[in-house]
């Protein structure tokens, strides 16, 4: 393949990337959860804060620091749940977030646990923080 038609496939793909992510990104999304995550790999269950829980999607925002999410586990029940595993690296970054993740329309989410991995050190950078999102279902 000629470099040309490269540069040009990968164009195309980037622009399509571009055009998903600022398509997610203008849609109305509402903060389930807040977490300070330690400079160690670490599982932490988050518990969602105010009413609303019916929601399409859910995704990992990073506020600040960095960190890699090894796997996201979605919990409606006791003995319901559904673990996912991070498209791509799974490394946030300060302003960055996951792929969404759809949850089911008949279930309601009741927690999230998080198993991350922060990068840096104590001593140069501050502690990674990490929020839940999700979005509400259209009506």
Same mark, same amino acid.
């Given at each position: ?45 988050? +518990? !969602? %804060? ?5 929601? @399409?999607?859910? /995704?990992? #925002?990073? =506020?600040?620091?960095?960190? *890699?999410?090894?796997?996201? +586990? !979605? %919990? ?5 749940? @559904?673990?996912? /595993?991070? #498209?791509? =690296?799974?490394?946030?970054? *300060? ?45």
């Amino acid at each position: 393949m000629s470099s040309l038609a490269l540069r040009i496939i990968s164009s195309t793909f980037l622009v399509i990337v571009l055009q998903y992510n600022l398509q997610a990104q203008n849609q109305d999304w509402i903060l389930l959860a807040k977490k300070d995550v330690s400079y160690k790999a670490d599982k932490d269950v988050l +518990t !969602l %804060i105010g009413n609303e829980r019916k929601v @399409e999607k859910i /995704k990992l #925002k990073c =506020t600040q620091g960095s960190l *890699k999410i090894k796997k996201t +586990t !979605l %919990i409606y029940s006791a003995t319901d749940h @559904e673990e996912h /595993k991070p #498209k791509g =690296t799974g490394i946030l970054t *300060k302003g960055t977030s996951s792929i969404p993740y759809k949850i089911a329309q008949d279930k309601n989410l009741k927690q999230i646990e998080i198993e991350y991995e922060a990068y840096g050190n104590t001593l140069l950078t501050k502690r990674a923080k990490v929020e839940v999102l999700g979005l509400k279902h259209k009506k």
